[in-house]
């Protein structure tokens, strides 16, 4: 039995960037048609603003409640933490960034997800609407491909008229060479 694979048209996980300033996200939300299931969020705080920190709160369960046990949160991010001479976080609780992947293990489903974004200045918190969509990481799969059972017919006609006129023109060719010599003589 001879197996012939199907084409599959993989998707490889993105990375989609989103930059937390002090007037708001960029972009303000992630529209249909840009992000996949199995694709990330890298959400970056650009915020210098002192003592002013970000995140992102999601309802999961699509309750209209953003803290519940079902529901996302990002850790609080700063614009950026302190770190010794070594390179190393003074603070293993500080983060300026974080990765937010797109997939039903993480309880994240395809379509519309309504979120918060949160600005959190001493301890004042405000917070603005955000939404992010994805769908689905359809891979396209070619039907048409033989599968080994059907009898393969050859065109003949197709493939041998361009071998005919071939001929004919290096036979042209070769009986007006000696024509055109002999009237130059």
């Known amino acids: ?7 599959v048209q993989a ?8 930059l937390l300033f002090e ?3 960029t972009p303000e939300g992630v529209v249909p048609g840009i ?6 969020l890298f959400v970056r705080n ?5 003592n002013v920190s970000h995140r992102f709160v999601v309802d999961l369960d699509g ?16 614009s950026s933490c302190e770190l010794n001479e070594t390179g190393v976080k003074i603070d293993e609780n500080c983060n300026a960034h974080e990765m937010v992947i797109l997939a039903a293990s993480n309880g994240f489903l395809q379509g519309n997800i309504s979120m918060k974004h949160q600005i959190k200045i001493g301890e004042n918190i405000t917070e603005f609407d955000f939404f992010v969509n ?9 039907d048409n491909l033989p599968t080994g059972n059907e009898p393969v017919i050859e ?3 197709s493939s041998r008229v361009p071998l005919v006129l071939l001929l004919f023109s290096i036979i042209g060719i070769l009986w007006i060479i000696p024509q055109l010599t002999k009237s130059n003589e």
């Open 134 to 142: 994805f769908g689905a990481d359809v891979h396209s799969v070619n």
């Open 46 to 50: 650009h915020d210098t603003r002192d």
């Open 155 to 157: 065109k003949e006609k």
């Open 23 to 25: 007037d708001g996200p």
């Open 11 to 18: 998707h490889d996980p993105q990375n989609y960037t989103i």
């Open 1 to 7: 039995m001879i197996s012939i694979p199907t084409h």
């Open 63 to 78: 309750d209209n409640t953003f803290t519940g046990v079902d529901d996302y949160a990002t850790e609080w991010l700063n």
């Open 35 to 40: 992000l996949v299931e199995n694709d990330s």
